[in-house]
């Protein structure tokens, strides 16, 4: 979901009417753990604060709790603001924890991680706890590795002797 905030009630966090908001459909920080919203299996408990599921996207107003809200970039529209999130996040959340099993102290390896997909990876797999590597081919992309997150970075480009790690 995204739109513009029409009211804020008690707890807005700062948030006024008339700011452009994006829904966090699915990362969950206060509980200390991470989770694909859409995924609850058999004998899992019910995962907090999930806004996937919340009813009224399409609807002209929906109530929503302020801390779920990031700012919507001005040369975005609503829909092209509300994608990326929904689709991204869920999906790789779902692969990477549920289908991988990635977990706190998992070793989690991403190559090309300056990539639009990589860098969503390396933030969910830091935020489920994992020690990420990463591989990339200049300093600035393994500069964006760092600032990520990645625990161990290797410039592939600064690699010499092997002719398979060098460009």
Request: glycine letters at 12%.
């Amino acid at each position: 979901m995204a739109g513009e905030i029409a009211a804020v009630g008690d707890g807005g966090l700062g948030w006024a009417a008339g700011q452009r908001v994006v829904v966090d459909p699915g990362i969950n920080r206060g509980a200390g753990r991470v989770h694909a919203p859409a995924e609850v299996g058999v004998g899992q408990p019910r995962l907090p604060h999930s806004r996937e599921h919340v009813r009224g996207g399409a609807a002209e107003y929906v109530a929503v709790p302020a801390e779920t809200w990031r700012r919507c970039h001005d040369g975005l529209d609503f829909p092209q603001a509300a994608a990326p999130l929904l689709a991204g996040l869920t999906g790789l959340a779902h692969a990477w924890i549920h289908r991988a099993g990635l977990q706190a102290a998992s070793p989690f390896s991403s190559s090309a991680p300056a990539a639009a997909v990589n860098t969503l990876s390396i933030q969910i797999a830091k935020l489920a706890g994992a020690v990420v590597f990463a591989v990339a081919s200049s300093e600035e992309k393994a500069a964006r590795a760092r600032s990520l997150g990645a625990d161990v970075v290797i410039d592939r480009s600064q690699v010499t002797g092997c002719g398979r790690c060098s460009s």
